[in-house]
């Protein structure tokens, strides 16, 4: 046999490259941005500039922000003082015993509008303090410290005081403001060797890991002419063409999406989620690492508007601007992370200037806060003290509706003095037959936070009209949990083979009510899904009756989807949620010993956590 010619071995590599891997095979590994910046200068220079880049850094004097200088702070009884030798920045203050210790600072986590920091504690865990610094200027209030979570004390043995685990770093936080994070926790020892390729955000957070790209792109680019070995070629995004038709007031794609892995990738961090397996980089399927949270009662008003600290993604999701085939970076550069035009001009992209940033439009003049299409658009809700967010549900302000529902109305931000009738007639003035709007779940998820008899027919309803986002009809799905009944059993039975992951994962999540024979349709279904947290709920469902297992195959499909949940309860083992669930499994399939030890383990990470110590009694009851 003649050995292959040149240009099939140039080929060869150029396919191996194209499906990002190296020569050899092996798979692409995280290279740093400063190797991206050899080639892509400009956009290197604007990342330098976000606050992706500097989203954590070593405690550095230059990275430190806060003076450091002998500063003393009080709240609720607890002194604090602020220190600063040589390059090292100390802060004294009550540490895990409730006793009053000095701390060493080790990171800074975010810059604007306030800067918290690290420390490091035994067992690898770094603990963020309560305490941060407000980067803003002291003309608008800043260049002060502050505590995050304002009212009562919260006490050294509470899970929210800054040496306890809800405010772990290596749980809660590393993940989204570094770059391929590993956890890297060890139950026998219960401590973490959390590791990253970045300590910020860097290039390949987006972009994915760039061997491949790095060893390819330099002549096999200039061959093909396009970008090579990137695991979500973003570039992509630059042929997207809006187009505004002649006599149309907003623009449209030129060419329907068909699909949007940018918005995914920025909802890993973007997101308030779950995480449920470790390894995700861009392009990989979502579900397949978190669990997204729904429009869940308490988070959100029932009108969809952003309540609780949610980020981004489930609000966006909801959105007319989704539908249409938005995405993140259409209005935010994605090096900088600011908008592509400042003001008003963002939005100007689509939708015509002269029809919308008018006064007959906003009516208001122009020029004031009333004007911009965000004050009414996508109103603020302001987290940890001095950071307002921007909703991301884009809605149509509704005075009349607000007032019904009790939900938020941005004009009565400004105009509380004058009541949502004011309001209601003040628009109706210029819009006399207003349109129903795009988010037409509000009164059915209203209606269910209420009680009311018709709400579930009405979220029924909302979970059979196709033409809504699937984040909508996923939370009316899970919603319709709580009415068990026939209604809600056929919702699920018809909708767990939905073309949405999050469809289908809402159906399953009904099933749990059931007895254990009555969900193995969708479970024994769920266990060959395409997505990893769909597999893993039909493995919850199942492991209380396997008899339901009718074949070889289905064994083989339940063992696997079996080893995907309890590796996933083991990744967070830190959390005694997981340590419960897993015991739950457990006992389920069994196994009381381990269930046992389990559950003990959720106790000691928690103590007088309720949920497991009604679970253990259940469990050394069957033991007995």
């Known amino acids: 046999m003649r050995p292959p010619s040149r240009h099939a071995a140039t080929i060869a590599f150029a396919a191996a490259i194209a499906a990002g891997c190296g020569a050899g095979g092996e798979p692409p590994r995280f290279t740093g941005s400063a190797r991206c910046a050899g080639c892509h200068e400009a956009e290197s220079a604007a990342w330098v500039r976000s606050q992706h880049s500097v989203a954590m850094q070593r405690a550095t004097p230059r990275a430190v922000l806060a003076p450091f200088r002998g500063e003393r702070f009080t709240h609720e009884g607890v002194n604090s003082t602020f220190l600063r030798r040589g390059d090292t920045s100390f802060v004294r203050t009550e ?74 770093w290596n749980y809660m936080c590393a993940d989204c403001h570094s770059t391929a994070v590993r956890k890297g926790y060890d139950a026998a020892a219960d401590s973490f060797h959390t590791t990253y390729s970045e300590v910020s955000v860097g290039c390949e957070g987006c972009h994915g890991p760039g061997s491949a790209h790095a060893a390819g792109a330099t002549w096999l680019g200039r061959l093909t002419g396009r970008s090579v070995g990137m695991p979500l070629p973003l570039g992509a995004q630059r042929d997207r063409r809006w187009v505004l038709d002649s006599g149309a007031r907003t623009a449209r794609l030129a060419v329907p999406p068909r699909g949007r892995p940018e918005i995914e990738m920025c909802a890993q961090c973007h997101a308030r989620r779950f995480h449920i397996a470790e390894g995700y980089s861009a392009g990989k399927p979502f579900l397949d690492y978190y669990i997204p949270m729904l429009l869940e009662r308490g988070q959100y008003w029932p009108d969809g508007q952003q309540r609780e600290e949610v980020y981004t993604y489930a609000a966006f999701m909801q959105s007319r601007m989704h539908a249409a085939g938005v995405t993140c970076s259409d209005c935010h550069d994605p090096h900088t992370g600011k908008t592509r035009r400042p003001g008003n001009g963002v939005c100007a992209q689509c939708h015509a200037a002269g029809v919308y940033d008018t006064s007959a439009h906003h009516l208001h003049r122009a020029g004031t806060e009333g004007a911009r299409c965000t004050t009414c658009h996508m109103p603020t809700t302001t987290y940890m003290v001095v950071d307002p967010r921007h909703d991301h549900g884009m809605r149509v302000p509704r005075p009349a509706r607000s007032a019904a529902l009790g939900t938020p109305d941005p004009c009565l931000r400004c105009h509380a003095d004058r009541g949502a009738a004011w309001a209601e007639a003040r628009i109706r003035e210029s819009r006399p037959h207003p349109s129903p709007g795009f988010q037409r779940f509000a009164e059915a998820f209203a209606a269910d936070e209420r009680g009311d008899a018709d709400a579930l027919a009405a979220l029924d309803a909302i979970v059979g009209d196709t033409t809504q986002p699937a984040m909508v009809r996923a939370s009316a799905l899970s919603r319709m949990a709580d009415y068990p009944g026939d209604t809600a059993a056929r919702a699920a039975a018809r909708w767990h083979r939905d073309p949405s992951p999050l469809v289908r994962l809402a159906a399953l999540g009904m099933a749990e009510r059931w007895a254990p024979r009555d969900r193995g349709p969708l479970a024994l279904a769920a266990l060959r899904d395409s997505t990893r947290a769909i597999r893993q709920a039909g493995a919850w469902l199942l492991a209380a009756d396997t008899t339901l297992l009718r074949s070889p195959d289905d064994r083989r499909a339940f063992d696997r989807a079996a080893g995907e949940f309890i590796a996933s309860q083991r990744y967070n083992g830190d959390q005694p949620e997981s340590r419960v669930a897993l015991g739950a499994f457990l006992a389920m399939r069994g196994d009381l010993a381990g269930a046992e030890r389990e559950l003990r383990e959720a106790l000691r990470i928690a103590p007088g956590y309720e949920t497991a110590q009604v679970t253990l009694a259940r469990v050394l009851q069957r033991r007995r």
């Open 95 to 168: 540490g895990e015993d409730g006793r009053e210790h000095e701390y060493a600072v080790r990171y800074t986590f975010g810059v604007y509008p306030l800067q918290q920091y690290l420390v490091a504690f035994p067992g690898g865990r770094m603990q963020a303090l309560s305490l941060a610094w407000d980067a803003r200027p002291a003309g608008e209030g800043g260049a002060r410290w502050f505590f995050l979570f304002p009212g009562p004390r919260i006490t050294h043995t509470d899970e929210l005081h800054w040496t306890q685990r809800r405010q772990n």
